[in-house]
């Protein structure tokens, strides 16, 4: 059974950074691109951006892309989100998945909830 | 970016009626090599989304077959051909042929 488990959510400061984490298993991890995913509290559905299988390629929606970086470790079957500098606007529920043969986001963590508020 | 557009935002239906989900694209989603990358998620209260159509029209894992997916170009719809209680939640659209990838603002399905 594939599973992705999402760690290292709450609530932080603005200005601040957060290393968000998940876990995968129930698959060859190494074998698929990944991506982040978030829902802000209105449920707006916002793609981050995705890494390649080795991770030697990512992609990154152009409004994160200065602030956010996507990892992996093979070793480990750990993705990883560096978000830098947050905001406000980056309160959201933030959700591993794992980018499928023909279909993005085939599989979803449960999420993480990350707050950012002073 | 493409906005994807979807209508109703909200959807009320009785168990067994049959209800279409539009989802309206700000440009073609058909790629020079003939592709069109758009699918379908749902989003039950209390979970995350899960896949439930690939490539317009393609059911996903263990979907069952009273989905159904069509359209090109610009506009697409999903249908519901009967309504059952677990199909109730938010419906999204998203499209993976233009970067940056974008979800269409969901259409939620309630019980009349």
């Known amino acids: 059974e594939v599973q992705l488990v999402e760690s290292g959510g709450g609530l932080v400061q603005p200005g601040a950074s957060l290393k968000l984490s998940c876990v995968a298993s129930g698959f060859t991890f190494s074998d698929y691109w990944m991506s982040w995913v978030r829902q802000t509290p209105g449920k707006t559905m916002e793609w981050i951006g995705d890494?390649?299988?080795?991770?030697?390629?990512?992609n990154y929606a152009p409004s994160l892309k200065n602030r956010f970086t996507i990892s992996r470790d093979n070793a480990k079957s750990t993705l990883y989100l560096q978000m830098s500098n947050v905001r406000s606007e980056d309160t959201a529920t933030y959700y591993c998945?794992?980018?499928?043969?023909?279909?993005?986001?085939?599989?979803w963590g449960q999420g993480v909830m990350v707050t950012v508020s002073s | 970016d493409v906005v994807l557009t979807q209508t109703p935002s909200t959807l009320s239906a009785t168990i067994g009626q049959s209800v279409s989900i539009s989802c309206r694209s700000s440009?073609?989603?058909?790629?020079?090599?003939?592709?069109?990358?758009l699918y379908w998620y749902l989003q039950r209260p209390g979970q995350s989304p899960q896949l439930l159509i690939y490539?317009?029209?393609n059911l996903g894992s263990g979907v069952p077959n009273r989905f159904s997916g069509s359209g090109s170009g610009t506009d697409f719809t999903l249908k519901i051909s009967g309504v059952e209680a677990e199909d109730l939640g938010v419906y999204y659209c998203?499209?993976?042929?233009?970067?940056?990838?974008?979800f269409g603002g969901g259409t939620k399905l309630e019980l009349k």
């Open positions: 890494i390649k299988y080795d991770g030697s390629y990512t």
């Open positions: 440009q073609s989603l058909l790629d020079s090599a003939g592709n069109t990358y």
């Open positions: 490539l317009v029209s």
């Open positions: 998203m499209q993976a042929t233009h970067a940056p990838w974008t």
């Open positions: 998945t794992r980018d499928g043969v023909g279909a993005p986001f085939d599989y």
